[in-house]
């Protein structure tokens, strides 16, 4: 058989094959599994979305080629009205913004549509391991720049070195973070595109879960920041807004050069998502919201954080995103090993934090997408079957 090419050796080993085979065990043992590794919305999509899809269908003209420059115009002309009035930024649909088949589409070929062998893209670690895998098989570097904790999951810009600034053509960034659940701050967003400026760095800002929030918060976006424009793209996702992850419909949104430069790849690379899809995507962002959503994930969190903790495991409850990010309870295993014992345990899944990078070490991840859980029923389960596990040390509840 001939060789593959030699860039998927920089596709990293598959870090939840041992977490996949004890899974594969424990479902075949007829035990009730309780997966809090994938982080895909279990909620239906809305019956009206569905209902614009399919009259969209119906109609011919949805059947062939999308051979619009950058997207079907209806929904381009809905995500930037839609981007004004959930931020307040108004954008021109004719050269701000291009339609993507999901938002890790448009992330993964930003790498590929910018970097040169030697251009280094700056990351997160923990973070989203597409944008990593994505530099690396386009033929740059990464620097992986680590989120502590301490500084609230928010990189240290004055730690970079300047010869790797230098040499940085992409800076991705993440905000609600996944896996940690972090927010940014607008101050935070002005210090970036001020980096971002000095250095001529293209600010590449993820927010999938921009909408994903709790308690009353409201996530700022870098484009709200003045001169953001000139350096910025963000990537925005139907997937967790409207729950419409299989439907793989997304944007990308900012400055114009760097918008053109990633639709210039992709004219050549797919013939952009089916019409109707856009069409129904484009009712979804004009016509609603996520509220009931929120509200099913903020009883999850509640009943999945405040239950670890009344049990001796402390957990932070996440502002936004629909993932709990928690350090394990103990100091004499892994991450990964913790999580095997988990599932061996208590036939509850939930992902290492090294599965986001090496600065995840000593973290795991829970997810409050859970198929079968109406309102927080089946964590206030996983509460009790982690307590009786013996996996949270007698001191850690006293």
């Not at 479902?27 to 239906?44: T, Y």
């Not at 918008?259 to 009712?283: C, H, I, M, R, W």
Request: glycine share 8%.
């Amino acid at each position: 058989m001939i060789a593959p090419s030699k860039r998927l050796d920089n596709i990293p080993p598959y870090l939840f094959a041992e977490i996949s085979r004890i899974k594969a065990e424990v479902v075949a043992s007829g035990a009730d599994l309780i997966d809090l590794g994938i982080g895909d919305p279990d909620q239906p999509t809305p019956d009206r979305v569905i209902d614009a899809l399919i009259r969209s269908a119906q109609d011919p003209a949805t059947h062939r080629y999308d051979e619009t420059p950058r997207g079907w115009r209806s929904f381009l002309q809905a995500a930037c009205g839609w981007y004004e009035r959930t931020f307040g930024v108004v954008t021109d649909p004719e050269k701000h913004v291009c339609q993507l088949i999901g938002s890790k589409e448009g992330l993964a070929h930003l790498a590929w549509a910018y970097l040169d062998a030697g251009d280094v893209s700056i990351l997160p670690s923990p973070g989203y391991p597409v944008y990593k895998v994505n530099s690396l098989m386009a033929g740059g570097d990464v620097y992986e720049t680590p989120l502590k904790e301490s500084n609230g999951f928010l990189p240290v810009l004055a730690d970079i070195p300047s010869d790797i600034a230098k040499r940085a053509k992409l800076f991705y960034v993440c905000y609600p973070h996944n896996p940690t659940g972090a927010v940014a701050t607008r101050e935070f967003y002005e210090d970036l595109v001020r980096f971002c400026r000095e250095y001529d760095i293209l600010l590449v800002n993820d927010m999938a879960y921009a909408t994903v929030t709790y308690d009353g918060y409201v996530n700022p976006t870098v484009l709200q920041v003045d001169g953001a424009m000139d350096v910025s793209i963000e990537f925005h996702s139907l997937s967790k807004m409207f729950n419409m992850t299989g439907w793989r419909l997304g944007f990308a949104l900012g400055n114009p050069d760097a918008v053109a430069t990633l639709q210039k790849l992709k004219s050549n690379l797919d013939s952009k998502q089916f019409p109707a899809v856009a069409e129904a995507g484009a009712y979804a962002l004009n016509h609603l919201d996520n509220h009931e959503t929120q509200r099913v994930y903020q009883a999850r969190r509640d009943a999945l954080c405040d239950g670890l903790n009344s049990i001796g495991w402390k957990v932070n409850k996440p502002k936004a995103s629909f993932y709990v990010w928690a350090r394990i309870p103990r100091t004499d295993m892994t991450s990964a090993e913790f999580v095997g014992e988990l599932i061996k345990r208590t036939a509850i899944v939930a992902i290492p934090g090294t599965g986001y990078g090496p600065e995840g070490e000593g973290y795991v991840r829970m997810s409050l997408t859970l198929v079968g859980d109406e309102d927080g029923e089946r964590f206030g389960e996983a509460v009790r079957r982690i307590a009786e596990s013996g996996l949270i040390p007698e001191t850690s509840r006293t």
